[in-house]
C-alpha cells in the first residue's frame, strides 16, 4: 500500500523480482549473468559494505565509473542503503568533473580514476573494490523489502544544453513511476532484454535499470565499443533506447539482425521524422517520445503500432504525468515524476509556479487528440529581419532533403536583420555540401527561414550529454564570418 505522499511505500522492485524469480537473468554481459537472486544479494552485501566505511543515510555519493554489472551494484547499494547517488559523466575530463561534485555537494567519491581522485577536493576517496571485493551478506534477502517513495535517490546533472549543468535530485519514486507509466504503454516482462544502450549518468541510463527491474526483464549490457548491431544480436535483446545519433548508425549498419526487438524506443532530443519514417519502414518497432531528466525521463510517448503520422509526434501522456501548453506556447509538466528540485550544495529549489507546473523551457503544442508535437526550445528562438526563426523547424526541413544527414542552425549577428540563421550541414558519405540547399528549402519554407550560410559539419563537434552543443555552433560561426571578412 502507498499511503499518504509523506509515508508512501512501495515494494522493492529488486527484491520482488528476486523473490518472484531468483533464477531468471536480472543482467547479463560480458562479464556474464547476474540472476535476480544473486543480484539482490549481492546488492545487499555491497550496502554492508558501504555502511562498513562509514558511508550513510542520506549522504550524497559521487559515482565515476565505466558503465558495467559493479557500476549497477553500486548504485542499487547506495539507494537501498538510503544514499543518494550522483552519476558523474565520464566523458567529462576529471578537472570538468570536480566542480560539478562541489555543486552537488558530494561527500564521498567512487572512483578508479587517478587523476580525479587528485583533483577532488573536500570529499572522501573511495575506491570501488573496497566495497566490492570479499563482501559477505548477512541480510536476510529472503522476506519482502519497502522503500518511501519519498526517499531522496539520485542526483542527475542535466545536459546544459541552454547553460552550465544543474543537479536535478530525484526520489525514488520519481524514477518508480516513471517506470511505471512507460511499462504500462511499452510491453516489458520476465524473458524481455532492455539493452542499455545509454549512460548511467544519464536520466535514459537510470531509467532502463528501472523498468527492468520493476518488469522481471533483463538488462542486456554491450560489449565495450561493439556496434549496436553486433550487441543487440549478440545478447537478444529485445527492446533498446536510442538517440538520433545511434539510430542512424544502427540503420547504417550492414546486415544487422534486428528481427528479435519488439520496441525501438526514440528520445534524447528530436529525431528527424525521415529516420524515423526510414526505421518503421524497415520494420522496426519504433516508440517517438518526448522527456526531460527533470521528469526522470519519459513524459509522453506513442502507443504500440502508431501510424506514420503519429510518429511524427511526441506521442500521449503516460501515467502519473501531467502536460499543459502556457498561453506562450511553452510545455509545462507535473505530476509523480516531477524531480524534487535542483541542487546547489546544501540547498535544493524546486522552481514552479503557483500551481505547481514546470516550465520546461520547450516549446510546442497539444493536438485535439492528445498527441504532443514539440517544436523546439524557447530560448532557441531568434528574430531575423522582424520575423520569428525556430532553428528546430529549420533544422527538420534540412534533414528531409535529399542527402543530408544531420544539420544544426544557429543564429549569426547582422546588422541589417539583427541576426540571420546560419546552417551547418553533414551530407551522407560522399556528398559535399550541396549548392542549392537555399533554393530546395525555399521550397518549403518562407525566404527569412532559410539560411544565409551553409557550413560542412565540423570533425570537432561537441556535444552536451546526449544533445549537440549549439554554444560550439555559435562559437565557430561567429569565428567563420570574421575569417571570411
Request: glycine share 14%; hydrophobic share 40%.
Given at each position: 500500500m502507498r499511503g499518504d505522499a509523506a509515508t508512501a511505500r512501495v515494494s522493492c522492485p529488486l527484491r520482488r523480482s528476486a523473490l518472484a524469480s531468483p533464477e531468471a537473468p536480472a543482467i547479463t554481459g560480458p562479464s556474464g549473468t547476474l540472476t535476480f537472486r544473486d543480484l539482490d544479494r549481492r546488492v545487499s552485501a555491497v550496502g554492508e559494505s558501504i555502511a562498513g566505511v562509514g558511508i550513510g543515510s542520506g549522504d550524497r555519493v559521487a559515482l565515476y565509473l565505466p558503465k558495467d554489472e559493479r557500476y549497477i551494484v553500486l548504485l542499487l547499494a547506495l539507494i537501498r542503503s538510503h544514499i543518494v547517488a550522483c552519476p558523474a559523466s565520464t566523458r567529462l575530463p576529471p578537472a570538468g568533473a570536480a566542480p560539478l561534485l562541489r555543486k552537488a555537494a558530494c561527500g564521498v567519491l567512487i572512483s578508479e580514476d587517478e587523476e580525479l581522485l587528485r583533483v577532488a577536493e573536500a570529499v572522501r576517496k573511495v575506491r570501488p573494490e573496497v566495497l566490492l571485493e570479499d563482501v559477505v551478506d548477512h541480510t536476510d534477502t529472503s522476506v519482502p523489502l519497502d522503500v518511501p517513495l519519498s526517499q531522496p535517490a539520485t542526483i542527475v546533472f542535466t545536459s546544459g544544453s541552454s547553460g552550465a549543468p544543474k543537479a536535478a535530485l530525484h526520489t525514488f519514486g520519481n524514477h518508480y513511476d516513471n517506470a511505471l507509466g512507460s511499462n504500462a504503454n511499452i510491453a516489458l516482462g520476465p524473458g524481455d532484454r532492455w539493452l542499455h544502450s545509454l549512460p548511467l549518468y544519464h536520466v535514459g541510463g537510470l531509467s532502463i535499470m528501472f523498468r527492468c527491474l520493476l518488469a522481471g526483464a533483463t538488462m542486456a549490457l554491450p560489449e565495450p565499443g561493439a556496434s549496436l548491431g553486433r550487441a543487440i544480436a549478440e545478447s537478444g535483446a529485445t527492446h533498446v533506447s536510442l538517440v538520433a545519433t545511434q539510430l542512424r548508425r544502427l540503420l547504417r549498419e550492414e546486415d544487422a539482425a534486428l528481427e528479435t526487438l519488439k520496441a525501438v524506443l526514440l528520445g534524447g532530443g528530436p529525431v528527424p521524422g525521415s529516420l524515423v519514417e526510414e526505421a518503421a519502414s524497415r520494420g522496426l518497432p519504433v516508440y517517438t517520445s518526448y522527456g526531460l531528466t527533470e521528469m526522470a525521463s519519459q513524459v509522453t510517448t506513442t502507443p504500440p503500432g502508431a501510424t506514420p503520422e503519429r510518429l511524427r509526434t511526441s506521442g500521449q501522456v503516460l501515467p502519473h504525468r501531467e502536460v499543459s501548453i502556457s498561453g506562450g506556447g511553452e510545455i509545462l509538466?507535473?505530476?509523480?515524476?516531477?524531480?524534487?528540485?535542483?541542487?546547489?550544495?546544501?540547498?535544493?529549489?524546486?522552481?514552479?509556479?503557483?500551481?505547481?507546473?514546470?516550465?520546461?523551457?520547450?516549446?510546442?503544442?497539444?493536438?485535439?487528440?492528445?498527441?504532443?508535437?514539440?517544436?523546439?526550445?524557447?530560448?532557441?528562438?531568434?528574430?531575423?529581419?522582424?520575423?520569428?526563426?525556430?532553428?528546430?523547424?529549420?533544422?527538420?526541413?534540412?534533414?528531409?532533403?535529399?542527402?543530408?544527414?544531420?544539420?544544426?542552425?544557429?543564429?549569426?549577428?547582422?546588422?541589417?536583420?539583427?541576426?540571420?540563421?546560419?546552417?551547418?550541414?553533414?551530407?551522407?558519405?560522399?556528398?559535399?555540401?550541396?549548392?542549392?540547399?537555399?533554393?530546395?528549402?525555399?521550397?518549403?519554407?518562407?525566404?527569412?527561414?532559410?539560411?544565409?550560410?551553409?557550413?560542412?559539419?565540423?570533425?570537432?563537434?561537441?556535444?552536451?550529454?546526449?544533445?549537440?552543443?549549439?554554444?560550439?555552433?555559435?562559437?565557430?560561426?561567429?569565428?567563420?564570418?570574421?575569417?571570411?571578412?
Open positions: 509538466v507535473r505530476g509523480e515524476t516531477l524531480f524534487a528540485g535542483y541542487v546547489e550544495g546544501g540547498a535544493v529549489d524546486r522552481p514552479l509556479d503557483g500551481e505547481g507546473w514546470f516550465h520546461t523551457g520547450d516549446i510546442g503544442d497539444l493536438g485535439g487528440d492528445g498527441y504532443l508535437h514539440v517544436r523546439g526550445r524557447k530560448d532557441n528562438l531568434f528574430v531575423s529581419g522582424g520575423e520569428n526563426v525556430q532553428p528546430e523547424e529549420v533544422e527538420e526541413s534540412l534533414r528531409g532533403l535529399e542527402g543530408v544527414e544531420e544539420a544544426i542552425v544557429v543564429p549569426l549577428p547582422d546588422r541589417e536583420f539583427g541576426e540571420r540563421p546560419v546552417a551547418f550541414v553533414r551530407m551522407t558519405e560522399g556528398s559535399p555540401v550541396q549548392r542549392n540547399l537555399a533554393a530546395m528549402l525555399e521550397e518549403v519554407l518562407p525566404r527569412f527561414k532559410v539560411p544565409a550560410w551553409f557550413h560542412a559539419w565540423p570533425e570537432d563537434a561537441r556535444q552536451t550529454g546526449m544533445k549537440v552543443d549549439r554554444a560550439f555552433f555559435r562559437e565557430l560561426a561567429l569565428r567563420l564570418a570574421s575569417e571570411d571578412g
